[in-house]
């Protein structure tokens, strides 16, 4: 499966965004999609998945309650709505794919399968 990742850019602190995954090729609906970030100078860290039942979703703590992962398997696609953003959001946003597994699993794969280019998300003080 090839991953595309849309919808970065630069808005200030407390404002929204709307990330999009869009996959191609593979049968999408077997994938878990979990969403990583990289700040600058440091390690890429975890921050949400959706399982491939789309039953489950998964949040690192700095984001519950702001953000909300969802997935529309007819678009092959998995959205990451981004509210109450803050600077330490800021970050290069990729999107991943992982065939049958949970969405808590997608954390700790270190290895994951397919992976998306990144979108820059900017969060101004």
């Known amino acids: 499966v090839q991953l595309q990742a849309y919808g970065g850019g630069l808005v200030q602190t407390g404002g929204s965004l709307r990330l999009s995954c869009v996959a191609s090729?593979?049968?999408?609906?077997?994938?878990?999609i979990g969403w990583f970030r990289q700040a600058p100078g440091k390690e890429r860290e975890f921050v949400s998945a959706?399982?491939?039942?789309?039953?489950?979703?998964y949040y690192v703590d700095s984001v519950k309650g702001r953000f909300t992962i969802s997935r529309d398997n007819a678009k092959n696609t998995v959205y990451l709505e981004m509210n109450s953003l803050k600077p330490e959001d800021t970050a290069v946003y990729y999107c991943?794919?992982?065939?049958?597994?949970?969405?808590?699993?997608?954390?700790?794969?270190?290895?994951?399968?397919?992976w998306g280019q990144g979108t820059k998300v900017t969060v101004s003080s």
């Open positions: 959706i399982s491939w039942r789309s039953d489950t979703t």
């Open positions: 090729e593979g049968t999408f609906s077997s994938y878990t």
């Open positions: 991943a794919a992982e065939a049958y597994v949970t969405a808590q699993d997608m954390k700790h794969i270190n290895d994951v399968d397919y």
